[in-house]
């Protein structure tokens, strides 16, 4: 009997410990369903809670904020909670005994309660996360530099030292994930050499991912936004995992990831489509303004004019909910198709008005430069934004926004430049890039215009702005030693300060790098020849060089950039037919995988080339391609879809008259009428040129003037010359003006003829007046669009005679007498020879 009592209590003794050994406060911390009840644990249990308690007690609180929608969120109210306040108490209070992971967790999870990055609490999370930085693994390692990126220290040593890690141990790094957000973490610190391993591991871990998640290839989006990068093979692959998940993503994805795109200048049409049907399904579910606004910035501007005054109606109703930040993105989308509503624009600027004291300097910048482009009246509001960019100016310590704010503040209003706006500009342009003294330039130029003082005489302010910018441009043209960094800087750059101050030596300068040219900066290099219009035959002979010897590498769409100088400028270089012909040969196999818009521009390219690979042009005249790019121009911008259409015009007229065996039909008569309707404009020249023509052909009825031919072409002067070099009358005299559309009949105007055949012998004679535009900028050369033209003509029947308008404008023909003898030179002699 003893012994039976003794075991009974040694079990008892032994239930009682095991019970005593749990933990309760961990127990009933793990069954809490809502905030409430986690608050409640930690107020009845202050005394007993160690580090493990506080780490899931916070842990839950967040948890339960993810589940909910983000308008339903209460982060705010859990941070002014009592107990919220007891642990963080605790939470620094056990900060040296906390585990590596535990402790970037807690950091991770107070900085999204909002708890300020000055709290002592952060201070000392921060500082013992640094200390222990070396020996951390890297999932704990990427949500570290998340936190420090939320407390704005992407420039930090902190940051830098993240940086050195993650160059040391990137082959280490398996996780898609974790490598994602390192890479977004020190996108501003990472080198040419780290952005490019980086950019390697990433291709090779997308590989090995689940296409159904799209975080991975969004984050790397993103990456090459932050540093400014087009990485197209990678861009590529990331936008064929983005696409598959359209159907899944919500108005915030597809507008954050169109934004990126549109930054990197990545007009894919597919996801451009995608998103645009996504978006139209989610109209009716986007009421609240958080996700009408992301729904309206993406969608408004593609859609039809039906649909989005139907967006505007519901932006109207819901402008009074937006907050400070929503209103400039509903703003700026409306400058983006160019709305006039009146009543939505009034909403939008009252609630900017009413948050001006939340907006940062960049903001200030878009908002004024949004309201002025939408013509908005309000002289107060103006004045008011023209005081805080002046006073955001005079403390701004970034030459990027120092730049933006003096580009938006010559937009307004102004009779005189103001002192403070001079001494800020000229103490920070020594740091200023290219572009940006460029901008800076037009600025003040725009204000010496503007000064009534400079009627008189040009202020010396002025002057001395102005001489300092031209000699920082110089400077940093001649210090320049790095081909890639010279040409991110060029990237953008144009207007009247560029062209008169510096493009001649930005010329020389690229040629002292042309030993750093090669097959990944070659298509940006091309670009930038083309955009400025300069012939440069050494720059572009080892363009060819390299395009040849490395076409393979050259990305497909990088192709077209590559040839665009070559054809534009209508230059051949050394090794001509070895470079189209590698050019060809590099996009036949891959045609199908072009974006529509891009085939006809390439197409049009080659065209002016006299280049017409047969395969390029069966794929482009089918009616399965032509559909496409009718659905993908629905999603281009305006400019870019009206140049699409106009090439694809010019393209089919270039294979009807040169590749008659192709058998292709035309098929833009309408369009091209409808082009010219109200195209009219007479240029001064055109009418001394018609009338002297008229002297010298022998009546005025021997002329005729802005005469269309078949196929659209528009010419300034049409005569017909017998065998004898004499000039046919036409039966009515014609007086310089522009039919309504529909082109000329040939031959039906000619006296004692009908039907369209000349009198035997006869030749028609298409007199053309080149501008400006026909030539390259630095000399004579014509280039390639005003050369197709000509050829176009003679196989129309034409003896062209052009007069370029460096000829006619000549001292040597500065008298009526000089002109005339010059065109019978031109029409007789040239034509007689």
Request: net charge neutral.
């Amino acid at each position: 009997m003893f012994r039976l009592r003794s075991v009974n209590s040694y079990l008892r003794r032994l239930l009682h410990r095991g019970a005593v050994n749990r933990d309760q406060v961990l127990e009933q911390l793990r069954v809490c369903s809502a905030e409430d009840y986690v608050f409640d644990v930690v107020g009845k249990n202050k005394a007993k809670l160690t580090v493990n308690h506080v780490s899931m007690a916070v842990r839950m609180l967040w948890e339960f904020q993810v589940e909910k929608p983000e308008m339903l969120r209460t982060v705010n109210l859990i941070k002014n909670h009592p107990q919220f306040l007891t642990l963080r108490v605790l939470a620094e209070n056990k900060i040296a005994i906390m585990e590596d992971s535990e402790l970037v967790d807690m950091l991770y999870r107070f900085l999204r309660f909002k708890v300020d990055p000055h709290d002592s609490l952060v201070q000392q999370l921060v500082s013992e996360a640094w200390l222990r930085m070396d020996r951390f693994t890297m999932a704990s390692l990427s949500k570290f530099a998340i936190c420090l990126s939320d407390q704005q220290l992407q420039l930090s040593p902190l940051m830098g030292h993240i940086t050195h890690i993650v160059d040391q141990q990137l082959s280490s790094i398996d996780d898609a994930r974790i490598l994602t957000t390192l890479m977004i973490s020190v996108s501003s610190l990472v080198s040419p050499r780290l952005r490019d391993a980086l950019l390697t591991r990433a291709d090779l871990l997308l590989d090995t991912q689940d296409r159904s998640s799209y975080n991975n290839p969004r984050r790397i989006v993103q990456f090459l936004r932050s540093i400014k990068y087009s990485h197209r093979p990678l861009l590529e692959k990331c936008n064929e995992i983005l696409l598959h998940n359209v159907p899944r993503m919500d108005a915030e994805n597809i507008s954050n990831i169109n934004g990126m795109y549109q930054a990197l200048q990545f007009n894919n049409s597919n996801f451009r489509l995608a998103g645009k049907h996504r978006l139209t399904e989610l109209i009716d579910s986007c009421t609240d303004p958080f996700s009408f606004t992301k729904l309206f910035v993406s969608l408004a501007p593609i859609v039809s004019q039906e649909m989005r005054e139907g967006l505007e109606n519901t932006a109207l109703l819901l402008a009074d909910e937006l907050n400070a930040y929503q209103a400039l993105a509903v703003s700026e989308a409306l400058v983006e198709f160019q709305s006039r509503n009146s009543s939505l624009l009034n909403k939008l600027a009252s609630v900017i008005e009413r948050n001006l004291h939340v907006y940062k300097p960049m903001d200030v910048a878009r908002i004024t430069q949004a309201l002025f482009m939408l013509r908005y009246q309000n002289p107060e509001l103006f004045t008011t934004l023209r005081t805080m960019l002046v006073d955001f100016l005079q403390g701004s310590v970034f030459p990027y926004e120092v730049t933006m704010l003096t580009r938006v503040l010559s937009m307004l209003p102004c009779p005189r430049l103001d002192e403070r706006i001079i001494s800020r500009v000229d103490a920070m342009a020594s740091q200023c890039t290219l572009n940006e003294l460029n901008a800076i330039s037009a600025a003040v130029a725009k204000w010496v215009r503007n000064d009534p003082s400079y009627r008189h005489n040009t202020p010396s302010k002025y002057v001395l702005l102005l001489q300092t910018l031209n000699r920082l441009g110089h400077e940093r043209l001649q210090m320049a030693d790095r081909l890639d960094l010279l040409l991110e800087e060029l990237k953008f750059l144009s207007g009247e300060w560029f062209e008169e101050i510096l493009v001649e030596e930005t010329l020389v300068t690229l040629q002292r790098m042309t030993d750093q040219i090669n097959w990944s900066n070659v298509s940006e290099l091309a670009n930038f020849l083309t955009r400025i219009n300069r012939l440069c035959p050494p720059l572009m002979d080892r363009i060819a060089a390299v395009a040849i010897k490395d076409i393979d590498k050259i990305h497909l769409s990088a192709t077209y950039l590559t040839l665009q100088p070559f054809t534009v400028l209508n230059y051949d270089p050394v090794q001509a037919d070895e470079f189209y012909d590698a050019c060809v040969q590099r996009i036949t196999p891959h045609i199908s995988s072009f974006a529509p818009h891009l085939l006809v521009l390439l197409a049009h390219s080659l065209a002016m080339a006299d280049t017409f690979p047969e395969e390029l042009v069966r794929e482009i005249f089918n009616i399965d391609f032509l559909g496409k790019l009718d659905t993908q121009l629905e999603t281009l911008p305006d400019a870019l879809n009206f140049r699409t259409r106009l090439r694809l015009m010019e393209v089919n007229r270039a294979v009807c008259l040169e590749c008659p065996e192709f058998q292709v039909p035309w098929f833009h008569e309408r369009y091209c009428q409808l082009q010219r309707k109200g195209n009219g404009t007479i240029r001064p020249a055109q009418q001394q040129i018609h009338k002297m023509l008229g002297e010298v052909l022998g009546g005025i009825n021997c002329v005729r003037g802005a005469v269309v031919t078949p196929y659209y072409y528009k010419i300034d002067f049409e005569c017909i010359l017998d065998k004898q070099l004499k000039a046919v009358p036409y039966s009515e005299p014609n007086s310089l003006q522009m039919s309504d559309g529909g082109k000329v009949h040939w031959g039906t105007s000619l006296l004692g003829n009908s039907g369209d055949e000349l009198p035997p012998g006869a030749q028609r004679v298409a007199v053309d007046l080149l501008d400006s535009k026909s030539f390259c900028k630095n000399s004579h050369h014509m280039r390639g669009e005003t050369l197709m033209r000509k050829r176009h003509l003679e196989i129309l029947g034409y003896r062209v005679v052009q007069i370029p308008h460096f000829e006619w404008n000549s001292m040597e023909l500065s008298t009526p007498d000089a002109w005339k003898e010059y065109l019978k030179k031109k029409i007789f002699e040239e034509l007689s020879s």
